[in-house]
Every structure is written in C-alpha cells, then in structure tokens.
C-alpha cells in the first residue's frame, strides 16, 4: 500500500513537470526567422533552458542561420570557417548555458533586419539562482526543470499526504 501510493505520487508529481521540461522555440513564432522582426522584443521574458531547442523557419535560399559569437554578433561579421544552417527549418539543441548568438549570413540581412538575436541558456538545475517568474498563469509550482530532487521531495511529500 505504502508502495503503491508512492507511486501513485511519482506519476503525479512526473505529469506535473513534464511539461516544463524541454521546450522547442520557434523563433519569430508565426513571422519565422525573416527581414523586418525584432528578435530582441521576441527573445523578451522568455527563459531558455539547456536541452531546450530552437527552430528556425524560412524559405530555403532566401535566408540562413549561423551561430557566432559576440564580435561577429556586433560586426554582423560570420566567421569563414562556420557553414551556414541552410534546410529551411533549421532545429537546434541548446546544449550548454551562457550566451548564444545567432545572425543570418544572406547579403547584409543581418545589419538591415535586423536578422540577428541573442539568448540567455540557463543551466537547468537549481544550483542556479532562481530565475524571477515570468509566467504567472503556467499552473506549475515552481519546480526547476530537470531538478529530480524538488519532484521526488513533492513526490513524498504528495505520498505522505495520500497515506495520511
Ligand atoms: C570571435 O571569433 C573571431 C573569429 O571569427 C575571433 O577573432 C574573436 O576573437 C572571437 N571573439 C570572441 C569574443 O570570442
Ligand atoms: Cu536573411
């Protein structure tokens, strides 16, 4: 009994996080990645999590995507040596936290575009300060994603409560 209602609990506590595990953006939302958005203003409130992923859409020859770093970011200069994302819906895995920058590499889309933007990856463990909320109607209750001890600690706590 002790063992089913734990269970029970995990299951509960799992459906709960879930969803806020690993998130795909995409970027631009319904624009895609094209001349005339500010990427800025979409990146806004937004929290990235390593593990989550971005999706680049546009139309194959018309645009491509290239990860740079901060000078190139600046410069609107892409490195030689880096080849262009060039499928038209380019997925990308945030695999590591800091700063990632990404710039189209078409004629000077990146100065005129501004096709340019620049995120945030936060580590996905709450060893990292707290990020603020920014989702006030999300319904989790503010567990880290990735954070196995905060569920399985609700998820005792959830099993205490069934049994109590
Ligand atoms: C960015 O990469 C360029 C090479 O394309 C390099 O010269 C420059 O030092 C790099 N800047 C940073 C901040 O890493
Ligand atoms: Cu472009």
Redesign the pocket.
């Known amino acids: 009994m002790e063992l089913k209602a734990f269970l029970v609990a995990i299951a509960i506590a799992a459906t709960i996080v879930a969803p806020t595990m690993a998130k795909e953006f995409v970027v631009g939302d319904n624009n895609g990645w094209k001349l005339g958005i500010d990427y800025q203003k979409w990146a806004d409130g937004k929290e990235f999590y390593v593990g989550d992923t971005l999706v680049f859409n546009y139309k194959v020859g018309a645009h491509n995507v290239i990860k740079v770093?901060?000078?190139?970011f600046q410069k609107c200069s892409p490195?030689l040596t880096t080849p262009p994302l060039t499928s038209g819906h380019d997925v990308i895995t945030l695999a590591a936290p800091g700063k990632k920058w990404y710039i189209c590499g078409v004629g000077n889309h990146c100065e005129t575009g501004p096709m340019k933007l620049v995120i945030d990856v936060q580590a996905g463990s709450s060893d990292a300060p707290a990020p603020s909320p920014s989702n006030p109607g999300s319904g989790t209750i503010g567990i880290a994603p990735s954070n196995f001890f905060s569920w399985a600690i609700a998820a005792l706590a959830i099993s205490m409560m069934i049994m109590a």
């Not at 770093?69 to 190139?72: A, L, S, V, W, Y």
């Open positions: 770093n901060g000078t190139e490195p």
